[in-house]
């Protein structure tokens, strides 16, 4: 089970759950931080445990219903994720909805891969996008957006649809600078493009620094400078390293650096946003189109069962660390003794 778990098993008691709440909304300035925090600590523990209950018994369970499993458990993280930062979820029934739809009957030559979710204007995925600020968002996200979002299966995702890659991996290392002015030693770290002749990475140094803040949320932009004489090389502070997970054009993935060599138009939805409404559409379809989705399961005639099977497993392997990451990004005071994790 992924280590992000050690964390959440820290919020399934009432006391652990509600002091971490407290100091949640301690620190957002809200009055009545403690009351708040024990009206909703019940919830918030209980979302917890039933996420962890959703993925162990996913881990084990026949693909015919593993997306259905997951879809939920992916659902409860988020919602634990949420109360983190709005005590005053669930505001109304409306934002119980999934907030997102897909098409209700499926052709007799359907395929995966040219099917689309569509986000609404209300509902859960919509307070998500809210509290995000995701906006604007597209009216609807084929398969295509969403997996080829993913770097960890882009490349397989390529290779099947016979669509370019955006995502490239990017070599980091860290390094040591001295400011002449204190005689101080500065820790930075030092991110090496590959060659290409399109996207942004066709740029010139300057230019292409310039489009990585431009394109970024005033709150993810960086510190950075690139190497005289090189310009694929950038430096950025080392301490900024992890924070480039937050930004639209990077992602951490086990340890690798993976930078969107794609049009800034298409920018991909965080990992958060795709893996819910892959999951969302592959759980309908486990629920309600099981003789395409047996076929799926039971032969070996469909080439998107490899693809799904790898998503599946790289979902249960990562987005509990994602949710962390999100927690923790925006709480940054941990209770003491809660154990942490760098995923």
């Given at each position: ?50 996420a962890r209950q959703f993925y ?157 803040n431009r394109v970024a949320p ?105 949710i962390m990451r999100q927690i ?16």
């Open positions: 089970m992924n280590s992000a778990w050690k964390m959440f098993r820290f919020f399934e008691t009432e006391p652990t759950a509600r002091k971490y709440l407290t100091s949640c909304y301690d620190s957002m300035g809200l009055e009545h931080a403690e009351r708040l925090a024990f009206q909703q600590s019940s919830r918030f523990l209980f979302l917890w445990k039933q162990t018994t996913a881990a084990t369970a026949d693909l015919s219903i593993q997306p259905l499993l997951l879809f939920y458990g992916c659902s409860h993280l988020l919602k634990g994720m949420l109360l983190t930062r709005d005590p005053s979820y669930p505001q109304n029934s409306r934002v119980l909805q999934h907030g997102v739809t897909t098409r209700k009957l499926k052709r007799n030559t359907y395929l995966l891969l040219e099917d689309e979710v569509r986000p609404q204007k209300e509902g859960f995925f919509a307070l998500l996008v809210q509290l995000f600020h995701l906006s604007p968002m597209q009216d609807r996200y084929s398969m295509h957006d969403l997996f080829a979002s993913i770097p960890a299966i882009s490349d397989v995702y390529a290779a099947l649809s016979e669509k370019p890659q955006h995502w490239l991996q990017v070599h980091w290392s860290k390094t040591h600078t001295a400011d002449q002015a204190s005689s101080d030693t500065q820790s930075w770290a030092e991110i090496a493009f590959p060659e290409k002749m399109d996207g942004p990475l066709a740029y010139s140094a300057e230019t292409f620094v310039q489009y990585i005033d709150s993810s932009r960086l510190q950075l400078s690139w190497r005289e004489g090189n310009a694929k090389r950038i430096l950025l502070p080392e301490t900024a390293l992890s924070a480039l997970d937050q930004h639209p054009l990077f992602r951490w993935q086990e340890h690798r650096l993976f930078f969107w060599n794609g049009s800034s138009d298409s920018l991909p939805l965080p990992e958060w946003a795709s893996h819910f409404l892959l999951l969302y559409l592959l759980s309908m379809l486990c629920r309600y189109e099981t003789e395409w989705w047996g076929e799926l399961v039971l032969s070996h005639g469909l080439a998107e069962r490899y693809l799904v099977e790898l998503f599946l497993e790289h979902h249960m392997s990562s987005y509990p660390t994602v923790q990004q925006k709480n940054s005071s941990l209770p003491h003794g809660l154990p942490f994790c760098d995923g």
